[in-house]
């Protein structure tokens, strides 16, 4: 039976509102839409019980068999359209809908399923509504049926029912003899299952089969020497590139004009791991670093915090919405597996687009506009992070034409646990043997199979649906609440998150503490009958954790988890039998030595060959006046306004933002990054903050990674965090840099690697910044039309760090008229690879990227750390996209106040590099290490006082007169004011900023 | 004698951490009690005299916000909450929890029939906002949590939002002095009357949704910087303790 809950006033649902305006919008033409839920029941549900049930008892009104399209009210529609998932997609609107009518009747409900109705209203042809349709569902995930009013008139309905997954019987393991196979058999395999294995790769499973003692080990057992498939499976999952990092652990041999080659053993033992244990012995925060799902570190004493970021690329690229909530999802779930469990307390998102506004021709068949994918991935963000209670502290938008095949979507979560649990460390964790293996939350399905290794190819038109999965947070919220319940109790000895690999990545890994591990199965909750055993095992369906239970608090564990509505199933034993055991039907069906698994993969070599860019060096031509150039700058997608973005996402639950995303008088000012409270009865707090610049790679990604550095750093000075105290992670989003014909410079890109973690670890080494975990993705290219898409090599650097009293935190807005405004830092000539070179055209080349002097900068850091401690400095901005002139605009439009400066004294090279013009690079240099700070007229002693000894100049004051004039040398090179700054600022990216709020 | 405060958690909700802190801090002892556990022992309102509904998502907001939540207090709760407000028992609901107190009929409850008559639905513009705005309590209102204070910035953060009520509720809503606080300035949502809560005939059921619990400490104010002390939403939960204090003297 149908059940439709919709509105009994249409203009009551504002989600239609929302909707008509986006598609008259994209269509140009007026549109109008009602909204209909609809719910398929299996068996009868009375009206009454589903008016109670399913609908709002004021404002909606609920029919059963009788449908809304046909109901005088909503007549007048022209289409209707009626989309639903796809058989085995999770549907939360039906989970939920049971769970409320089981909840209310004490009884199992019938199955159901939704779906939603869109009746539109205008006058719309067949290819209008098609466009509508497309709006409204991603054919990935969902089916739309459309209808026309005269079709409905003639009897068109939507389906009576959705079709479930197909049910297949039991499937068996499938043996596959690959210890006997050639080559070319063992790539036919690797290709056709979705292996993403090499050759080598390939030859070192062969030869573990082909092995007598891997034979008789089976025998012994009653295995075949055949390798099944549910071995193999788990073989290519924990070898893929997205598990075992193979690229950031291969052997390198580096070369460049001029040098002899140099072999690098492992990019992360030399420049990552080693960064940190250099800094180690003086950065006595430490707690767990690179070895668990998040790093861990100690800012504060009596708890813990940990941090991490991950990237979900490919899933975002395919479907949007769905990829960004599993993108935050994910990532809260490893905060929750990292020590015996932390709690989320906040939230990043960097993402990378294609500019929303590219013409369509331009983007190849077979990929999404990028419109559609920011809109998609920012509503999945909204959706996730909201719901799932954690605030989103901090962030970016980054627009760039590389980013059209993949988008970048950088998803980060701290959290906060207490230094111990039970007594013991709460950092540390181990599974036992006999130790129960627990699956806890959301049941498996046939959703995200095979994430972990299609994230590490390219995508193309073939890429599999089912890689993708759709994260729901309250699920997992629930299975959060419970989780630190029964670790307050101490109910479990180790945890981690099924993310890519599923239960064959998380049981795995536990095996290693303990010494092995059988999985059965048979035991794993299914959503569905008809799965395969090495689907079982692999599937990433979500909100899914690990857990190993003492079997003496299993039943202490398993009536909390009932208590709770959380689903808890023993799938399993560690052991230390030495192997990953798997039972499936009832017999053995796969034998892996941990040992092979761990450590049998071979290491990569890869050549990598750098040549410097020779990026051709032209000067801006000499203007008078720059005005328009700076309003340019603002106006541009990457430095204006994300306020009707940011402001659909939810940065104050848990009571915690000190520094918001938002700032000034009327709360529309870009701020340098969060700073959050800890607790109610202090006034700790954490600095959090991130530093990208994509751009400067295409000079030199030494560059571009050692600025990263400096502007994650330089931010966490402006908002008043501990110079001592602070850690970093890095996140690597590369194009493939693996040499091979269909990627002739995989070289270069292997070597822009090489010097990427170079400029990352003198960075981190300069600063005393130690990389606490990170994250790499390293396949971000896609095949469409005919064309390879690859992504700018992309360095994110997000920044936690400590800070003792956040009432100190500055913001970047000026405080008031009269305030003295000073630049610290000094100014270079370098305008290549800057926010002002993109303004001036695609030609413009202004030869080389930014750079910052780490010694210099770090000693003028300090001196500005103590004029914040000391309340001298009351406003502070970093420079950074737009250079001195934009960091001036944003800090004056924070303040509502006016401007009147003198830059013909700013220290630094920026005369002397040739430029006839010297505005430009005084006003839009990019230069790091530099910021704005603004004081009251009564400490400028004390001020250049804490400052003495560093690069710091007064330029100007600001004023109540909104005027905003910047002179060089006497002559007015900028001469504007507050109202065309906010202007030009608030432009709306891609022509609408995320709508009206 | 210490001011007890039940604050319900689970099933999505997630403000419920900060919302002891905010009664904490105004000298209330707040205890944190699963819904699953409440509805098996609704007993333990006995001990408290504030039961709190925070914000949150509960069950995913897939059904309409609080919706399902609301049932479950109805069909198993009700007879015990009516009991604890005639008791003189506060009750008070942010945002998802005022959702929940209005879709369950405990709030406006007009006629104390405990059937729903008013709606928080979709926003206006059909979008979740994060933003702080100017609210005013109504002087009139008969709302012990909101009595004598004074406008200042709340923070909001909702998808549904918008109330609405058919005229003769409006009506009776603002005779009775059942409106304790509007939006002052920007109408956020298009909440009729620019009403941002509402409470019972007692005055002692309020739901609001603006984020009082988001408010407690100077620092996170957004004018933290700038002149003159800035109001905070602790102020609400000081009001309700002090009026049971000055009203329950047991």
Known sequence: MRIEVRFSDRGLDGRAAGLADKLSRRLAVDIGVAVVDVFLSSAPVSVDRARFVLADPVAQTVAVDRPAASEPDLDGWSWLVEVAYRPGVTDTLAITAREALALDSGQSAPNLASARQYLLYGPLDRDAAGSCAALVHNPLIQTAVLISAADWRSGARPPASYPEPAVHDKPEPELLPVGRMGDDELLALSRDRLLALSLDELGAVRAWYADPATATARAERGLPPDATDVEIEMIAQTWSEHCKHKIFNADITYEEPGSPPQTISSLFKTYIRATTERLAPRKPFLRSVFTDNAGVVAFHQGSLLCVKAETHNSPSALDPYGGAITGIVGVNRDVLGTGLGAKPIFNTNVLCFAPPDTPEPEVPAGLLKPRDVLEGVHRGIVDGGNQSGIPTAAGAFLFDESYLGKPLVFCGTGGIMPETVGGKPSWEKAARPGHLAVMIGGRIGKDGIHGATFSSLALDEASPVSAVQIGDPIIQRRMTDFLLEARDLYLYRSITDNGAGGLSSSLGEMAESSGGVLIDLDACPLKYPGLSPWEILVSESQERMSLAVDPADWDAFRELAVRRGVEATVVGRFTDSGYIEILANGALAGLLSLDFLHHGLPVMSLPARWSPSGRPSSFPQPANDWTEALLSILAEPNAASKEPWVRQYDHEVQARSVEKPMTGVRRDAPSDGAVLRLDADTFRGITVTHGICPRYGDDDTALMARMAVDEAYRAHIALGGDPERAACLDNFCWPDPVESDANPDGAFKAAQLVRACRGLQDACLAYGLPLVSGKDSMKNDARAGGRVISVRPTLLVTLMGAMDDVRKAPSTDFLGPGELVYVLGSTGGELGCTLFERTRGPDARYGGAPDVDLGKALGLYKALARAVSGRIARSCHDCSDGGLAAALAESCLGGRVGLEAELGGLPGTWRTAGCPDPAPAALFSESGGRFVVSIRPEDRERFEETLSGHTVRWIGRTTADPGFTLTLDGRAVVRTDLDALERAFKTPIGGHGGGRI | ????????????????????????????????????????????????????????????????????????????????????????????????????????????????????????????????????????????????????LEPRLLPIRHGEGRFVADDATLGRLEANGLVALRYDGRNPNGSVHDIAGICDPTGRILGLMPHPEASIHPDTHPARRRPGRQLLGLDLFRAAVRWLEANNPA
């Open chain 2, 1 to 148: 004698m210490s001011i007890n405060a039940i604050i319900v958690t689970g099933y999505g909700i997630n403000a419920d951490a900060e919302l002891a802190d905010a009664f904490k801090m105004a000298g209330a002892v707040p205890r944190r009690a699963h819904a699953a556990d409440l509805l098996a022992d609704p007993a333990q309102l006995a001990s408290c005299s504030i039961l709190a509904f925070p914000g949150g998502f509960s069950f995913g907001d897939h059904l309409g916000s609080g919706l399902v939540l609301a049932n479950l207090f109805r069909s198993r709760m009700a007879a015990e909450l009516k009991a604890f407000v005639a008791g003189g028992g506060l009750v008070l609901g942010i945002c998802n929890g005022f959702q929940t107190l209005v879709k369950a009929g405990f709030l406006p409850d007009l006629d104390g029939n405990g059937q729903p008559s008013v709606a928080l639905v979709h926003n206006d513009h059909g979008r979740f906002v994060d933003d702080w705005v100017g609210v005013r309590f109504e002087p009139a209102s008969r709302c012990v949590w909101t009595a004598g």
